[in-house]
């Protein structure tokens, strides 16, 4: 079955460094949605990207797409305590639900 | 607040009790989604309506769970006979269908320990 993959688990960052986690999959995605989990909170969407080696902007993260559109990376430049929280990859059937990556947890340490 | 809204937000039960959970939607989102989360986990899907049709079920999904969205609106996650591990965080998202974005908004989650 499909396997959605990230890396790392988890991640520990002083504040102002930059953090990237990468979304691997054994199959080939169809579009992926990228969303942020604060602690005690619920997944709240980031963004979503359907073209072969899209790159996406938001301020401080870049998303990527892969160009066999297998993998995927979210990307923070200089991280702020804000920015703590769970990052899911997921991979959005053709029935429209979503397949959640493992996520990676990202402490800020100010 | 026009966000997705579930009750109850907390439930502990004893095993073999029946549960139901509410998921109210954004009203003008056609479609709704059933998740569940354990901790430390990514959430796992369960069901997904479109209006009042539900189109997919997880074969995950045990004959234990049973989903409602009768009017098209507001849906009801029913769980018969619970178990130990149905203890987890159970998440309903809606969107609307016809976006370009397709983003799911999910609700703050109904939190079930069984005891």
């Known amino acids: 079955g499909q396997q959605v993959m990230q890396i790392p688990q988890y991640q520990h960052v002083q504040e102002g460094e930059d953090f990237t986690t990468y979304c691997n999959s054994s199959?080939?995605?169809?579009?992926i949605q990228w969303y942020k989990q604060r602690p005690g909170g619920h997944p709240v969407f980031l963004i979503q990207?359907?073209?072969?080696?899209e790159v996406k902007k938001q301020k401080r993260l870049t998303f990527q797409f892969g160009e066999a559109k297998k993998n995927s990376s979210l990307h923070i430049t200089a991280t702020q305590t804000t920015d703590v929280g769970t990052y899911f990859c997921?991979?959005?059937?053709?029935?429209?639900?979503?397949?959640f990556g493992t996520g990676t947890r990202l402490t800020v340490i100010p | 607040d026009t966000g997705v809204s579930q009750n109850p937000r907390h439930k502990i039960t004893k095993r073999g009790q029946n549960v139901t959970f509410r998921c109210d939607p954004i009203?003008?989102?056609?479609?709704l989604y059933w998740y569940r989360q354990t901790l430390g986990q990514g959430p796992e899907f369960l069901t997904y309506?479109?209006?009042?049709?539900?189109?997919?079920k997880s074969r995950l999904l045990s004959d234990r769970f049973s989903a409602e969205r009768p009017k098209g609106s507001f849906s009801t996650l029913e769980i018969q006979r619970t178990e130990q591990g149905d203890s987890a965080m159970y998440l309903c998202?809606?969107?609307?269908?016809?976006?370009?974005?397709?983003?799911?908004?999910f609700g703050p989650g109904t939190r079930l320990t069984v005891t």
């Open positions: 998202a809606s969107s609307l269908s016809g976006t370009l974005r397709n983003e799911q908004y």
């Open positions: 199959t080939t995605l169809s579009n």
């Open positions: 990207l359907v073209k072969s080696g």
């Open positions: 997921a991979d959005q059937t053709g029935a429209n639900n979503l397949f």
């Open positions: 009203s003008e989102h056609n479609r």
């Open positions: 309506f479109q209006n009042e049709a539900q189109l997919e």
